[in-house]
């Protein structure tokens, strides 16, 4: 037994003095290679790796996902866009939600959202659950006109544009998000509107510049 303990103990030992107790110094330094430089580019990829912003960091600012806005299944038949300002100094989706059910609403009234970095992001374009569902808008209630709900997307500025301005995140995005509907759906220019071109209110807010706009699309 005392042997075995004495064996244990100097194995241990010779562990441990091979170990630095000083700092290392390399004795030889490696041969010079003059050969194409795989190694150090891929010491450099591992150096840049660690410093990609992952999904969290990456600031939330304009942020929108195209492929997201892409509905799987039937689409509906959209043939115009009516932009609203929330009327509110801040909010999100979410929040706007809330509202509209508290209204007794079937959930929120728009298609989209885009975020004032109040409640989201600044310029982040949040989806809508009626999006999702391909359902009619309750945003646009025109008397003699079911079309603008029907088959209107309703796409909402948070921020009350009576006193302010939409950002210039909310504006790219907006632009963006125009674009891309246009397209997917053959909508024309001209059947694009705010909320108070189509009935007597200041939506999306007498400071919405619609000029600015429509040189963006
Ligand atoms: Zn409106």
Known sequence: MRALLAAVVSVGMLLAAGGCQQPCL?????????????????????????????????????????????????????????????????????????????????????????????????GEVEIGSRWTKQKHGAHAKIPGHPEYNDVGIGICLVGNFDVTRPTEAQMQALARLVRYLMDRYHIPRDHIYGHGQLKPTDCPGRNFNYADLFRRL
């Open 26 to 122: 390399v004795k030889s330094p490696p041969a010079p290679y003059f050969g194409p430089r795989v190694a150090s580019s891929a010491a450099a990829q591992a150096r840049t790796v660690p410093r990609q912003p992952t999904q969290t960091q990456a600031p939330r600012q304009g942020s929108w996902n195209v492929a997201a806005w892409r509905v799987d299944g039937p689409e509906r038949t959209w043939q115009y866009i009516v932009i609203h300002h929330s009327a509110t100094p801040t909010g999100s989706a979410d929040e706007f939600d809330r509202m509209h059910r508290a209204k007794g609403w079937d959930e929120l009234g728009y298609h989209f959202v885009i975020g004032n970095g109040t409640g989201s992001g600044d």
